[in-house]
Structures are given as C-alpha cells and as structure tokens.
C-alpha cells in the first residue's frame, strides 16, 4: 500500500489523493482564498489592535473565559500524563524549582499541549487556526494576570489582545511557516497581553516585549505538530512573561540590535521575511530528514 496526500494553501485544503498510483482526488489552484479579517489585520497598526481588544463586547469577554475554562481542562488531564508539563510539576514537586508564576505558567501551558499531542479527545480554544498557539496566547495571561491580581475583564480583554496580536503575525509569516508560531506568535501575543494588564496601550512598551520575546527565541524551528511542541510551548512561555516584566519597566531589546525594526509592525515583517524568503528551503530539508530517518528506524528497533 502507497498514498500520497498533498496539501496546499491551508491545513485542510487537500490539492491531491492518490492510493498506490490512482488518483482519488485532484484540485484546481492552490492558494487559499484570504478572509476579509486577514486583510483587514495586515493594514491594522498595534494601536488599532490596542482599540478592538478595549472594546470586546461583554458576551465576546464571557467567550473567552469559556476558552480559559476549556483550556486549563486540557491542562489538568495533560497533567496525568508523564510528559514535559508533569516533569515541571515533578521538579516543582521534589523542591528543585519554586512554585512561581513563571513555572505555574510554564507547566500548565506544557500541560495542555501535551495533552492535546497525545490525542486527548478534549477542545482547547484555538488562536490564529492553531490549538498550541490557543494555549500560549490564553494561558499566559491568564494565569500571569491571576497571580498579579488584575482585575478578571481586564484579563480577558488582555487575551483578546493576545488573539489579535497572534492573528496579526500570522498573516505575514503564513498559517504554516519553518519558524515555530507558539514562539514567533502567540509568544509574542502573550507578551504583549500581560505588558498591556501592566501598563495599558503603551506603544513603546508593547515595542519592547515584541522585540525581546522575537530576539529571543524568533529562530525556533517548526518541524511539526508532535509531543516536542509542549517543550516550545513551555519557552514561549517563559520568555512571554519575561519580555512583558521588561518592557513594563521600560527596558527590552531595539533597533539598535539585529533584525529588530524600530517599530513592532518592522519587527514582526522583518522576522515573517526571515521566515519566508530566508528560510525556504528549511521545511524541504526538514522533510528530507524525516524520510531519512524513516527509511534507518525500519531497518533498527531503535535508531537511538
């Protein structure tokens, strides 16, 4: 038995089916059709963002607190398993890390993506067409909001920025991208979401946790959707909280290093270029490897 499935423009755009060498399905064009909120994102500025997230209506606010509850769920049941978010517990357990907001964050947004790479059948809410971006951009400020005492709405208004900020990033580096978008976006939503419960629409400070989080940790690899995402995950996390501490504080990296823009909106084109013109032939080497080592694991029981 031989199949091969090629999809184009989006995750469920299938192009071709074929099953050992008959063609089940065969599509016309390949590039997906833009939604009108994508455009209307790519023009936006981070002050309009800063607009929509202070103006969600009570029933979008009630919305996204059933994504909290949905997400958190996943975390507790990605808590049963024996991978990254429970390790951190384990270290937190046996004394080795401190039960802080850092690794409250860091566990719990493992958790979840564990959870949901393990196949749990549990919803998360999603952000920007990813379940793990969903974690990032949710849980973050969630839970960096409840530990600092922010006011609920305002916590929720924050991770409606988070959304906006993640979907904005999305429409310049591409749905799929080499670069992880758990760092690259939502990473970066989260960020900016609790700057923003710290500070308020700060242009500047926004800047700041754009620029560090990308500075960061902007050369995370996507080699696809796996148990290892909760690791990057767990990083996002981090370097959210981090980069937002900084930047309420005024301080964070600029323009004067690297790649980085003089503004949020060149920092975020700069990283998507890098991405994609950069960085093209990374998904096809990416590819190549995996076959390779598909080809070595089914001559050994074990290629480690």
């Not at 090629?6 to 590039?31: D, F, P, S, Y």
Request: hydrophobic residues 45%; positive net charge.
């Amino acid at each position: 038995e031989k199949a091969v499935c090629v999809l184009e423009g989006g995750h469920k755009q299938v192009a071709l089916l074929r099953r050992n060498g008959r063609t089940i399905i065969k599509a016309g064009g390949g590039k997906k059709k833009c939604l009108p909120y994508k455009d209307t994102l790519r023009k936006a500025s981070f002050r309009d963002l800063f607009r929509e997230a202070a103006a969600v209506t009570p029933a979008q606010l009630a919305y996204i607190k059933k994504g909290v509850e949905m997400n958190l769920a996943a975390a507790k049941e990605g808590l049963k398993l024996k991978k990254v978010g429970y390790y951190i517990e384990d270290l937190i357990k046996k004394g080795y890390l401190k039960r802080d907001i850092l690794s409250n964050a860091k566990l719990t947004s493992a958790a979840a993506t564990d959870a949901r790479m393990a196949g749990a059948p549990i919803p998360v809410m999603s952000s920007g067409e990813s379940g793990n971006q969903g974690v990032v951009a949710v849980l973050v400020p969630w839970l960096v909001g409840k530990a600092f005492g922010v006011p609920e709405k305002r916590i929720l208004q924050s991770i409606a920025l988070s959304h906006l900020v993640n979907s904005y990033i999305k429409v310049f580096t591409g749905e799929l991208a080499p670069i992880c978008g758990c760092a690259v976006a939502a990473g970066v939503g989260a960020s900016v979401a609790v700057a923003w419960q710290r500070s308020g629409p700060d242009v500047r400070k926004a800047t700041l946790a754009v620029n560090t989080v990308i500075s960061d940790i902007g050369g995370m690899l996507c080699d696809g959707a796996k148990s290892g995402c909760a690791l990057k995950v767990a990083s996002s996390a981090d370097s959210a909280i981090r980069a937002a501490w900084m930047a309420s504080h005024g301080e964070g990296i600029t323009e004067a290093e690297g790649f980085i823009g003089c503004t949020a909106e060149a920092t975020i084109k700069n990283i998507a270029r890098i991405s994609s013109s950069g960085m093209a032939e990374v998904d096809r080497i990416i590819l190549d490897i995996m076959s390779a080592k598909r080809n070595c694991c089914s001559k050994a029981k074990n290629c480690l």
